[in-house]
């Protein structure tokens, strides 16, 4: 496989990671050190936090479509922008929302293979699905950006 196709399936791994609730998998797509920046959703420094919080914000069914791979190869190092649309449920299939946007990565190239060393999520829009739809995107965004702040406390306090 070329770089282009491996980079690629790092980042299709990642949304499978995430969608399977397999966080193993998930693990692999990231360096140890990584640094995660998903604007006011959060940042993680480290694969080990940023897995802790997917786990508790994808406590229900979701679906990550990537696409638009747009992929650079400079040696070791490679740059990528991929579209993303998601749709994300509460536990049991209650609530959830769907997201728009896209991430900027830099991957390195290690013994692990390709993996994610720096990310910054771009999101476009965000709707809350079912009664809560009639939210405007931004008054969406906004709220999503206060659950997920108290989403990284609690993985924060359950590291303790």
């Not at 399936?9 to 998903?38: H, K, M, N, P, Q």
């Not at 476009?124 to 709220?143: N, Q």
């Not at 108290?150 to 359950?158: D, E, G, P, T, Y």
């Amino acid at each position: 496989m070329s770089d282009t196709e491996q980079i690629t399936a790092v980042l299709v791994r990642y949304a499978t990671g995430i969608d399977s609730r397999d966080w193993a998998l998930f693990r692999t797509c990231f360096t140890e050190d990584c640094r995660l920046d998903y604007g006011p959703l959060g940042s993680w420094d480290s694969r080990e936090s940023v897995t802790r919080f997917m786990e508790l914000s994808h406590s229900g069914p979701s679906l990550h479509r990537l696409s638009n791979f747009a992929i650079t190869v400079e040696g070791g190092q490679a740059r990528s922008r991929c579209y993303v649309d998601a749709v994300v449920y509460g536990p049991g299939g209650w609530g959830g929302a769907r997201a728009i946007g896209y991430y900027d990565d830099v991957l390195v190239a290690g013994n692990e293979g390709w993996q994610i060393a720096r990310r910054r999520h771009t999101g476009v829009s965000m709707r809350f699905l079912g009664v809560l739809g009639i939210i405007p995107s931004g008054i969406a965004s906004r709220l999503a950006a206060m659950g997920s702040r108290r989403f990284n406390a609690l993985a924060l306090h359950s590291k303790r």
